[in-house]
Protein backbone atom coordinates (compact mmCIF):
# COMPACT_ATOMS: atom_id res chain seq x y z
CA UNK A 1 0.00 0.00 0.00
CA UNK A 2 1.39 3.82 -1.13
CA UNK A 3 2.52 4.99 2.16
CA UNK A 4 6.10 6.08 0.39
CA UNK A 5 5.12 8.31 -2.38
CA UNK A 6 8.32 9.95 -2.55
CA UNK A 7 10.32 7.15 -3.44
CA UNK A 8 9.02 5.03 -6.18
CA UNK A 9 11.11 4.35 -9.20
CA UNK A 10 8.92 2.95 -11.67
CA UNK A 11 5.47 2.72 -11.82
CA UNK A 12 2.92 0.80 -14.64
CA UNK A 13 1.94 2.60 -17.96
CA UNK A 14 3.13 5.52 -16.84
CA UNK A 15 5.43 7.95 -19.47
CA UNK A 16 6.63 10.27 -17.11
CA UNK A 17 8.45 10.28 -14.30
CA UNK A 18 7.48 9.38 -10.76
CA UNK A 19 8.03 10.86 -7.69
CA UNK A 20 11.46 10.11 -6.62
CA UNK A 21 13.63 13.05 -4.78
CA UNK A 22 14.05 10.14 -2.08
CA UNK A 23 16.36 7.40 -2.32
CA UNK A 24 17.32 5.24 0.22
CA UNK A 25 18.81 1.66 0.40
CA UNK A 26 17.97 -1.13 -1.55
CA UNK A 27 16.20 -4.21 0.57
CA UNK A 28 16.33 -8.00 -0.02
CA UNK A 29 14.96 -11.14 2.23
CA UNK A 30 17.21 -13.94 2.17
CA UNK A 31 15.61 -17.09 2.32
CA UNK A 32 18.51 -19.92 3.02
CA UNK A 33 16.81 -23.21 2.41
CA UNK A 34 19.46 -25.36 4.18
CA UNK A 35 18.11 -23.95 7.26
CA UNK A 36 14.53 -23.72 6.48
CA UNK A 37 12.05 -26.81 8.22
CA UNK A 38 8.97 -26.38 6.79
CA UNK A 39 7.02 -25.20 9.83
CA UNK A 40 5.08 -22.78 7.94
CA UNK A 41 5.14 -20.09 10.66
CA UNK A 42 6.02 -17.78 7.98
CA UNK A 43 2.91 -18.41 5.96
CA UNK A 44 0.64 -18.39 9.31
CA UNK A 45 2.39 -14.79 9.81
CA UNK A 46 1.92 -13.71 6.42
CA UNK A 47 -1.90 -14.64 6.88
CA UNK A 48 -2.14 -12.78 10.16
CA UNK A 49 -0.32 -9.84 9.27
CA UNK A 50 -1.94 -9.12 5.83
CA UNK A 51 -5.25 -10.25 7.72
CA UNK A 52 -5.62 -12.63 4.65
CA UNK A 53 -7.86 -16.14 5.40
CA UNK A 54 -7.47 -18.47 2.17
CA UNK A 55 -10.28 -20.93 1.62
CA UNK A 56 -10.30 -24.31 3.60
CA UNK A 57 -9.19 -26.29 0.15
CA UNK A 58 -8.71 -30.13 0.23
CA UNK A 59 -5.50 -32.45 1.41
CA UNK A 60 -4.37 -34.62 -1.76
CA UNK A 61 -2.22 -36.37 0.60
CA UNK A 62 0.63 -33.72 0.39
CA UNK A 63 2.72 -31.35 2.73
CA UNK A 64 1.86 -28.35 0.74
CA UNK A 65 -0.92 -26.35 2.35
CA UNK A 66 -2.68 -24.80 0.41
CA UNK A 67 -1.77 -26.10 -2.29
CA UNK A 68 -0.02 -23.41 -4.41
CA UNK A 69 -0.62 -18.80 -3.95
CA UNK A 70 -3.53 -17.63 -4.66
CA UNK A 71 -5.75 -14.51 -3.78
CA UNK A 72 -4.93 -14.89 0.03
CA UNK A 73 -2.27 -16.99 0.10
CA UNK A 74 0.98 -14.83 -0.55
CA UNK A 75 3.65 -17.61 0.75
CA UNK A 76 3.35 -21.24 0.25
CA UNK A 77 5.58 -23.47 1.21
CA UNK A 78 6.99 -26.11 -2.00
CA UNK A 79 7.76 -29.59 -0.33
CA UNK A 80 10.09 -31.12 -3.52
CA UNK A 81 11.63 -34.75 -2.99
CA UNK A 82 14.40 -34.84 -4.72
CA UNK A 83 17.40 -37.40 -5.08
CA UNK A 84 20.01 -34.80 -6.56
CA UNK A 85 23.21 -37.56 -6.06
CA UNK A 86 21.09 -40.82 -5.92
CA UNK A 87 20.60 -39.51 -1.75
CA UNK A 88 16.75 -38.37 -1.02
CA UNK A 89 16.38 -34.79 -0.49
CA UNK A 90 13.80 -32.61 0.81
CA UNK A 91 14.33 -29.43 -0.28
CA UNK A 92 11.69 -26.88 1.22
CA UNK A 93 11.04 -23.99 -0.40
CA UNK A 94 8.96 -20.79 0.58
CA UNK A 95 7.34 -19.44 -2.73
CA UNK A 96 6.30 -16.30 -3.36
CA UNK A 97 7.04 -13.00 -5.06
CA UNK A 98 10.70 -12.30 -5.52
CA UNK A 99 10.60 -8.84 -6.01
CA UNK A 100 12.44 -8.16 -9.40
CA UNK A 101 14.39 -5.53 -10.36
CA UNK A 102 13.33 -5.74 -13.76
CA UNK A 103 9.78 -7.05 -12.81
CA UNK A 104 7.80 -8.28 -15.72
CA UNK A 105 4.35 -7.44 -14.00
CA UNK A 106 5.07 -4.01 -14.09
CA UNK A 107 6.24 -4.06 -17.79
CA UNK A 108 3.25 -5.72 -18.64
CA UNK A 109 0.26 -3.62 -16.55
CA UNK A 110 -2.04 -1.32 -18.65
CA UNK A 111 -3.17 -0.01 -15.84
CA UNK A 112 -1.28 3.46 -14.71
CA UNK A 113 -0.27 3.04 -10.90
CA UNK A 114 -1.49 -0.07 -10.78
CA UNK A 115 2.22 -1.68 -9.76
CA UNK A 116 4.83 0.31 -8.27
CA UNK A 117 8.38 -0.29 -8.03
CA UNK A 118 9.82 1.67 -4.82
CA UNK A 119 13.28 3.00 -4.85
CA UNK A 120 13.92 0.27 -2.12
CA UNK A 121 13.25 -2.45 -4.26
CA UNK A 122 9.81 -4.06 -3.26
CA UNK A 123 7.21 -4.22 -6.14
CA UNK A 124 3.67 -3.41 -4.65
CA UNK A 125 0.54 -3.92 -6.37
CA UNK A 126 -1.84 -1.07 -5.23
CA UNK A 127 -4.94 -2.98 -6.14
CA UNK A 128 -7.68 0.12 -6.52
CA UNK A 129 -5.62 0.79 -9.49
CA UNK A 130 -5.92 -2.79 -10.64
CA UNK A 131 -8.76 -3.46 -13.63
CA UNK A 132 -8.19 -7.03 -13.31
CA UNK A 133 -7.04 -7.74 -17.14
CA UNK A 134 -4.33 -10.62 -15.76
CA UNK A 135 -1.39 -8.99 -18.06
CA UNK A 136 0.72 -9.32 -14.73
CA UNK A 137 0.23 -12.69 -15.28
CA UNK A 138 1.64 -12.79 -18.41
CA UNK A 139 4.33 -10.56 -17.58
CA UNK A 140 5.76 -12.37 -14.82
CA UNK A 141 8.42 -15.35 -15.54
CA UNK A 142 8.17 -16.76 -11.50
CA UNK A 143 3.88 -16.79 -12.48
CA UNK A 144 3.87 -14.99 -8.69
CA UNK A 145 0.77 -13.02 -9.73
CA UNK A 146 -3.03 -14.20 -8.97
CA UNK A 147 -6.57 -12.69 -9.67
CA UNK A 148 -9.12 -12.84 -7.17
CA UNK A 149 -12.10 -14.69 -7.57
CA UNK A 150 -14.18 -12.84 -5.51
CA UNK A 151 -12.76 -8.81 -6.93
CA UNK A 152 -10.70 -9.57 -9.77
CA UNK A 153 -7.91 -7.59 -8.91
CA UNK A 154 -4.39 -9.26 -9.09
CA UNK A 155 -2.98 -10.21 -5.60
CA UNK A 156 0.90 -11.21 -4.04
CA UNK A 157 3.28 -10.44 -1.79
CA UNK A 158 4.31 -7.07 -0.93
CA UNK A 159 7.24 -8.19 1.05
CA UNK A 160 5.38 -6.06 3.75
CA UNK A 161 6.11 -2.85 2.24
CA UNK A 162 4.07 -0.88 4.71
CA UNK A 163 5.73 -2.45 7.43
CA UNK A 164 9.33 -2.55 5.77
CA UNK A 165 8.20 1.40 4.95
CA UNK A 166 8.42 2.05 9.05
CA UNK A 167 11.71 0.39 9.98
CA UNK A 168 10.10 -3.39 10.96
CA UNK A 169 10.91 -6.22 9.03
CA UNK A 170 8.25 -8.09 7.12
CA UNK A 171 6.11 -10.57 9.01
CA UNK A 172 7.38 -14.01 8.09
CA UNK A 173 11.32 -12.91 9.01
CA UNK A 174 9.56 -12.33 12.42
CA UNK A 175 7.82 -15.50 12.67
CA UNK A 176 10.62 -17.47 11.10
CA UNK A 177 12.63 -19.50 13.86
CA UNK A 178 15.57 -21.22 12.46
CA UNK A 179 17.11 -18.05 10.67
CA UNK A 180 16.07 -19.27 7.42
CA UNK A 181 14.40 -15.97 6.80
CA UNK A 182 16.56 -12.76 6.98
CA UNK A 183 15.80 -9.55 5.85
CA UNK A 184 18.42 -6.24 5.46
CA UNK A 185 19.51 -4.47 3.03
CA UNK A 186 20.54 -6.33 -0.68
CA UNK A 187 24.49 -5.85 0.49
CA UNK A 188 24.30 -7.17 4.10
CA UNK A 189 22.15 -10.36 2.74
CA UNK A 190 24.14 -11.06 -0.21
CA UNK A 191 27.25 -10.65 2.51
CA UNK A 192 25.29 -12.95 4.99
CA UNK A 193 24.59 -15.52 1.65
CA UNK A 194 28.20 -15.54 1.25
CA UNK A 195 29.06 -16.88 4.58
CA UNK A 196 26.40 -19.67 4.42
CA UNK A 197 27.32 -20.60 1.10
CA UNK A 198 31.24 -21.36 2.18
CA UNK A 199 29.70 -23.33 5.35
CA UNK A 200 27.70 -25.26 2.93
CA UNK A 201 30.44 -26.20 0.88
CA UNK A 202 32.27 -26.96 3.88
CA UNK A 203 30.01 -29.71 5.02
CA UNK A 204 29.92 -31.27 1.25
CA UNK A 205 27.65 -28.85 -0.87
CA UNK A 206 30.20 -27.69 -3.50
CA UNK A 207 27.16 -26.48 -6.04
CA UNK A 208 25.94 -24.40 -2.75
CA UNK A 209 25.18 -20.61 -4.28
CA UNK A 210 22.82 -17.88 -4.31
CA UNK A 211 19.95 -17.84 -6.08
CA UNK A 212 19.98 -13.81 -7.69
CA UNK A 213 19.16 -14.21 -11.43
CA UNK A 214 20.81 -11.39 -13.70
CA UNK A 215 17.88 -12.60 -16.01
CA UNK A 216 15.73 -9.96 -14.16
CA UNK A 217 18.38 -7.72 -13.04
CA UNK A 218 18.21 -9.56 -9.91
CA UNK A 219 16.12 -10.22 -7.03
CA UNK A 220 14.84 -8.57 -3.61
CA UNK A 221 14.04 -11.80 -2.47
CA UNK A 222 17.27 -14.42 -2.52
CA UNK A 223 17.45 -18.02 -2.28
CA UNK A 224 20.50 -19.91 -0.90
CA UNK A 225 20.50 -23.33 -2.36
CA UNK A 226 22.33 -26.45 -1.71
CA UNK A 227 22.46 -27.17 -5.69
CA UNK A 228 22.36 -23.42 -6.66
CA UNK A 229 23.31 -25.34 -10.18
CA UNK A 230 19.84 -26.61 -10.82
CA UNK A 231 17.53 -24.14 -9.24
CA UNK A 232 14.81 -26.39 -10.86
CA UNK A 233 15.12 -29.01 -8.24
CA UNK A 234 13.39 -26.47 -6.15
CA UNK A 235 10.95 -25.74 -8.49
CA UNK A 236 12.90 -22.02 -9.61
CA UNK A 237 13.62 -21.51 -13.55
CA UNK A 238 17.07 -21.76 -14.50
CA UNK A 239 17.48 -18.85 -16.15
CA UNK A 240 14.66 -16.59 -15.48
CA UNK A 241 13.91 -13.32 -17.84
CA UNK A 242 11.07 -11.80 -19.06
CA UNK A 243 9.36 -13.08 -21.72
CA UNK A 244 10.71 -12.10 -25.32
CA UNK A 245 6.72 -12.17 -26.43
CA UNK A 246 6.27 -9.77 -23.19
CA UNK A 247 9.28 -7.47 -24.34
CA UNK A 248 8.24 -7.55 -27.69
CA UNK A 249 4.45 -6.42 -27.35
CA UNK A 250 5.34 -3.93 -24.08
CA UNK A 251 8.27 -2.86 -25.81
CA UNK A 252 9.00 -2.18 -29.40
CA UNK A 253 5.64 -3.16 -30.29
CA UNK A 254 3.69 -0.05 -28.47
CA UNK A 255 5.56 2.82 -30.28
CA UNK A 256 5.75 1.18 -33.68
CA UNK A 257 2.05 0.27 -34.16
CA UNK A 258 1.11 3.79 -33.43
CA UNK A 259 3.48 5.84 -35.32
CA UNK A 260 2.27 3.56 -38.39
CA UNK A 261 -1.43 3.96 -37.46
CA UNK A 262 -0.74 7.99 -36.99
CA UNK A 263 1.26 8.12 -40.19
CA UNK A 264 -1.61 5.67 -41.98
CA UNK A 265 -4.07 8.51 -41.25
CA UNK A 266 -2.40 11.33 -41.80
CA UNK A 267 -0.69 10.17 -45.07
CA UNK A 268 -4.33 9.42 -45.74
CA UNK A 269 -5.65 13.38 -45.32
CA UNK A 270 -2.26 14.27 -47.49
CA UNK A 271 -3.23 12.01 -50.56
CA UNK A 272 -6.52 13.80 -50.22
CA UNK A 273 -4.46 17.25 -50.29
CA UNK A 274 -2.09 16.05 -53.14
CA UNK A 275 -3.72 13.91 -55.36
CA UNK A 276 -7.53 15.48 -54.34
CA UNK A 277 -10.95 13.43 -54.65
CA UNK A 278 -11.82 10.43 -57.09
CA UNK A 279 -15.06 11.58 -58.75
CA UNK A 280 -17.68 10.23 -61.61
CA UNK A 281 -18.78 12.92 -63.01
CA UNK A 282 -22.42 12.79 -62.91
CA UNK A 283 -24.37 13.97 -66.77
CA UNK A 284 -27.91 14.05 -66.15
CA UNK A 285 -28.47 15.79 -69.52
CA UNK A 286 -26.57 14.36 -71.92
CA UNK A 287 -27.40 10.29 -73.03
CA UNK A 288 -24.53 7.45 -71.36
CA UNK A 289 -22.46 6.40 -73.67
CA UNK A 290 -22.53 2.51 -74.28
CA UNK A 291 -20.10 0.28 -72.02
CA UNK B 1 -33.12 10.04 -66.60
CA UNK B 2 -30.31 8.50 -64.45
CA UNK B 3 -31.75 6.98 -61.20
CA UNK B 4 -29.13 5.63 -58.64
CA UNK B 5 -28.37 1.77 -58.38
CA UNK B 6 -28.93 0.30 -55.06
CA UNK B 7 -25.87 -1.54 -53.96
CA UNK B 8 -25.96 -2.35 -50.34
CA UNK B 9 -30.05 -3.35 -48.89
CA UNK B 10 -31.50 -2.07 -45.63
CA UNK B 11 -30.29 -5.57 -43.66
CA UNK B 12 -26.54 -5.48 -45.42
CA UNK B 13 -26.34 -1.45 -44.20
CA UNK B 14 -27.35 -2.08 -40.22
CA UNK B 15 -25.22 -4.92 -40.33
CA UNK B 16 -22.20 -2.88 -41.53
CA UNK B 17 -22.84 -0.18 -39.17
CA UNK B 18 -23.19 -2.34 -36.08
CA UNK B 19 -20.20 -4.24 -36.65
CA UNK B 20 -18.54 -0.23 -37.70
CA UNK B 21 -19.58 0.87 -34.09
CA UNK B 22 -18.05 -2.14 -32.35
CA UNK B 23 -15.20 -1.88 -33.96
CA UNK B 24 -15.02 2.11 -33.05
CA UNK B 25 -15.27 1.04 -29.23
CA UNK B 26 -13.08 -1.67 -29.11
CA UNK B 27 -10.27 0.26 -30.92
CA UNK B 28 -10.92 3.00 -28.82
CA UNK B 29 -10.94 0.40 -25.37
CA UNK B 30 -8.21 -1.66 -26.81
CA UNK B 31 -5.38 1.12 -27.70
CA UNK B 32 -6.28 2.13 -24.05
CA UNK B 33 -5.08 -1.12 -22.79
CA UNK B 34 -2.06 -1.45 -25.34
CA UNK B 35 -0.45 1.77 -24.66
CA UNK B 36 -0.25 4.30 -21.82
CA UNK B 37 -0.79 7.65 -23.66
CA UNK B 38 -4.37 6.41 -24.81
CA UNK B 39 -4.89 5.08 -21.29
CA UNK B 40 -7.24 8.06 -20.89
CA UNK B 41 -9.50 6.23 -23.76
CA UNK B 42 -10.67 3.77 -21.52
CA UNK B 43 -12.76 6.78 -19.51
CA UNK B 44 -15.43 6.17 -22.69
CA UNK B 45 -16.27 3.34 -21.66
CA UNK B 46 -16.81 4.08 -17.88
CA UNK B 47 -13.02 3.59 -16.69
CA UNK B 48 -10.68 0.60 -17.02
CA UNK B 49 -12.28 -1.88 -14.76
CA UNK B 50 -15.23 -1.57 -17.28
CA UNK B 51 -13.22 -1.22 -20.31
CA UNK B 52 -11.71 -4.80 -18.93
CA UNK B 53 -15.34 -6.02 -18.18
CA UNK B 54 -17.02 -4.93 -21.64
CA UNK B 55 -14.28 -4.91 -24.71
CA UNK B 56 -14.86 -8.73 -24.53
CA UNK B 57 -18.29 -8.76 -24.71
CA UNK B 58 -18.11 -5.78 -27.69
CA UNK B 59 -15.81 -8.25 -29.47
CA UNK B 60 -18.02 -10.82 -29.31
CA UNK B 61 -20.66 -9.08 -30.63
CA UNK B 62 -18.49 -7.43 -33.68
CA UNK B 63 -17.32 -10.98 -34.76
CA UNK B 64 -21.00 -12.43 -34.66
CA UNK B 65 -22.00 -8.97 -36.63
CA UNK B 66 -19.00 -9.52 -38.80
CA UNK B 67 -20.09 -13.17 -39.62
CA UNK B 68 -23.28 -11.37 -41.27
CA UNK B 69 -21.15 -9.59 -42.85
CA UNK B 70 -18.81 -12.16 -44.81
CA UNK B 71 -21.49 -14.20 -45.18
CA UNK B 72 -22.96 -11.57 -47.74
CA UNK B 73 -19.87 -10.40 -49.44
CA UNK B 74 -17.93 -14.07 -49.43
CA UNK B 75 -18.75 -14.87 -52.96
CA UNK B 76 -17.73 -11.57 -54.47
CA UNK B 77 -14.44 -11.48 -53.06
CA UNK B 78 -12.62 -14.15 -54.86
CA UNK B 79 -9.17 -13.16 -56.25
CA UNK B 80 -9.10 -13.30 -59.52
CA UNK B 81 -6.15 -12.93 -62.15
CA UNK B 82 -7.57 -9.35 -62.90
CA UNK B 83 -7.28 -8.42 -59.37
CA UNK B 84 -3.88 -9.39 -59.57
CA UNK B 85 -3.27 -6.73 -62.50
CA UNK B 86 -4.72 -4.39 -60.27
CA UNK B 87 -2.94 -4.74 -57.29
CA UNK B 88 0.41 -4.55 -59.59
CA UNK B 89 -1.18 -1.14 -61.30
CA UNK B 90 -1.25 0.27 -57.62
CA UNK B 91 0.58 3.14 -58.68
CA UNK B 92 -2.79 4.04 -60.84
CA UNK B 93 -4.62 3.60 -58.56
CA UNK B 94 -3.57 5.96 -55.81
CA UNK B 95 -2.59 8.52 -58.39
CA UNK B 96 -6.45 8.74 -59.61
CA UNK B 97 -5.76 7.32 -62.94
CA UNK B 98 -8.66 4.81 -63.13
CA UNK B 99 -8.39 4.84 -66.99
CA UNK B 100 -5.46 2.20 -66.95
CA UNK B 101 -6.64 -0.15 -64.47
CA UNK B 102 -8.19 -3.55 -65.66
CA UNK B 103 -12.59 -3.85 -65.32
CA UNK B 104 -13.67 -4.18 -62.04
CA UNK B 105 -16.25 -6.48 -60.83
CA UNK B 106 -18.46 -6.03 -57.73
CA UNK B 107 -15.22 -5.33 -55.86
CA UNK B 108 -11.87 -3.99 -56.66
CA UNK B 109 -8.77 -5.77 -55.32
CA UNK B 110 -8.23 -3.57 -52.47
CA UNK B 111 -11.61 -3.76 -50.80
CA UNK B 112 -11.04 -7.71 -51.51
CA UNK B 113 -7.94 -7.67 -50.00
CA UNK B 114 -9.21 -5.95 -47.24
CA UNK B 115 -12.14 -8.67 -46.74
CA UNK B 116 -9.83 -11.52 -46.51
CA UNK B 117 -7.61 -9.83 -44.01
CA UNK B 118 -10.89 -8.87 -41.56
CA UNK B 119 -11.97 -12.57 -42.04
CA UNK B 120 -8.23 -13.60 -40.62
CA UNK B 121 -7.76 -10.89 -38.07
CA UNK B 122 -11.31 -11.63 -36.73
CA UNK B 123 -10.78 -15.16 -36.66
CA UNK B 124 -7.43 -14.68 -34.61
CA UNK B 125 -8.62 -12.06 -32.55
CA UNK B 126 -11.72 -14.05 -31.65
CA UNK B 127 -9.43 -17.17 -30.36
CA UNK B 128 -6.73 -15.43 -28.46
CA UNK B 129 -9.26 -12.75 -27.18
CA UNK B 130 -11.30 -15.58 -25.72
CA UNK B 131 -7.42 -17.14 -24.49
CA UNK B 132 -7.20 -14.24 -22.46
CA UNK B 133 -10.66 -12.87 -20.80
CA UNK B 134 -10.42 -12.47 -17.74
CA UNK B 135 -12.09 -14.10 -14.95
CA UNK B 136 -14.08 -16.62 -17.59
CA UNK B 137 -11.35 -18.21 -20.06
CA UNK B 138 -7.84 -17.07 -19.02
CA UNK B 139 -7.57 -18.99 -15.33
CA UNK B 140 -7.66 -22.36 -17.04
CA UNK B 141 -4.95 -20.85 -19.98
CA UNK B 142 -1.34 -21.74 -19.32
CA UNK B 143 1.01 -18.49 -18.77
CA UNK B 144 2.83 -19.38 -22.33
CA UNK B 145 -0.63 -19.21 -24.03
CA UNK B 146 -1.31 -16.21 -22.59
CA UNK B 147 2.05 -14.29 -23.63
CA UNK B 148 1.15 -15.54 -27.33
CA UNK B 149 -2.38 -14.45 -27.13
CA UNK B 150 -1.97 -11.20 -25.89
CA UNK B 151 0.91 -10.53 -28.70
CA UNK B 152 -0.94 -11.81 -31.55
CA UNK B 153 -3.95 -10.34 -30.49
CA UNK B 154 -2.12 -6.97 -30.38
CA UNK B 155 -0.41 -8.04 -33.66
CA UNK B 156 -3.76 -8.41 -35.29
CA UNK B 157 -5.47 -5.50 -33.87
CA UNK B 158 -3.18 -3.51 -35.60
CA UNK B 159 -3.89 -5.22 -39.03
CA UNK B 160 -7.34 -4.58 -38.69
CA UNK B 161 -7.07 -1.22 -37.61
CA UNK B 162 -4.70 -0.46 -39.90
CA UNK B 163 -7.32 -1.58 -42.85
CA UNK B 164 -10.20 0.26 -41.37
CA UNK B 165 -7.72 3.79 -41.86
CA UNK B 166 -7.31 3.06 -45.13
CA UNK B 167 -11.31 1.81 -45.55
CA UNK B 168 -12.49 4.83 -44.31
CA UNK B 169 -10.08 7.13 -46.13
CA UNK B 170 -11.34 5.39 -48.99
CA UNK B 171 -14.95 5.97 -48.75
CA UNK B 172 -13.91 9.67 -48.18
CA UNK B 173 -11.46 9.83 -51.17
CA UNK B 174 -13.93 8.12 -53.76
CA UNK B 175 -16.99 10.40 -53.66
CA UNK B 176 -20.18 8.89 -53.98
CA UNK B 177 -19.30 5.72 -51.72
CA UNK B 178 -20.82 6.55 -48.71
CA UNK B 179 -24.25 7.27 -49.49
CA UNK B 180 -23.97 3.18 -50.75
CA UNK B 181 -23.95 2.57 -47.43
CA UNK B 182 -25.72 5.39 -45.51
CA UNK B 183 -28.78 5.20 -47.89
CA UNK B 184 -27.75 2.27 -49.64
CA UNK B 185 -27.24 3.37 -53.28
CA UNK B 186 -24.76 4.62 -55.81
CA UNK B 187 -25.04 6.98 -59.18
CA UNK B 188 -24.73 5.16 -62.54
CA UNK B 189 -21.73 7.27 -62.98
CA UNK B 190 -20.59 5.76 -59.82
CA UNK B 191 -20.76 2.29 -60.43
CA UNK B 192 -19.48 2.74 -64.02
CA UNK B 193 -16.01 4.39 -63.26
CA UNK B 194 -15.55 2.34 -60.50
CA UNK B 195 -16.91 -0.99 -60.51
CA UNK B 196 -17.78 -1.62 -65.07
CA UNK B 197 -18.25 -5.18 -64.97
CA UNK B 198 -20.85 -5.02 -62.05
CA UNK B 199 -22.61 -1.94 -63.65
CA UNK B 200 -23.23 -4.44 -66.55
CA UNK B 201 -24.24 -7.13 -64.81
CA UNK B 202 -26.82 -5.40 -62.74
CA UNK B 203 -28.09 -3.68 -66.22
CA UNK B 204 -26.42 -0.58 -66.40
CA UNK B 205 -25.88 -0.73 -69.59
CA UNK B 206 -28.79 -2.08 -71.53
CA UNK B 207 -30.57 1.28 -71.64
Known amino acids: ?52 RD ?29 PDGRLEWLIRKDGCLHCADPGCLAACPAPGAIVQYANGIVDFHEENCIGC ?43 PTGALVFGSKEDMTQHAGERIADLRDRGYDNAGLYDPDGVGGTHVMYVLQHADRPQLFGLPEDPTISPLVSLWKGIAK ?21 GPNEAAERTEEPEESA | MSEPIERYTPEERVNHWFTAIAFVLLTLSGLALFHPSLFWLSHLLGGGTWTRILHPFIGVAMFVSFVGLAWSFWEHNRITRLDRQWLARWRDV ?27 TMLVLLVTGIAIWHPYFAPAAPVALLRSAVLIHSVCSFLLILGIIIHIYAAIWVKGSMRAMTRGQVSRAWAKKHHRAWYRDVGGGAR
Open chain 1, 1 to 52: MPLQSLDIKDRSATTTASPSIRGGIEVAKLIDISKCIGCRACEAACMEWNDL
Open chain 2, 94 to 120: VGNREENLPEVGRYNAGQKLLFWVMVG
Open chain 1, 134 to 176: GYCIAGCPFDIPRISPRDAKAYKCTLCSDRVAVGLEPACIKAC
Open chain 1, 55 to 83: VIGENPGEFASPRGLSDASWTVMEFHEVE
Open chain 1, 255 to 275: PLALLALGMAAVGSFFHYIRV
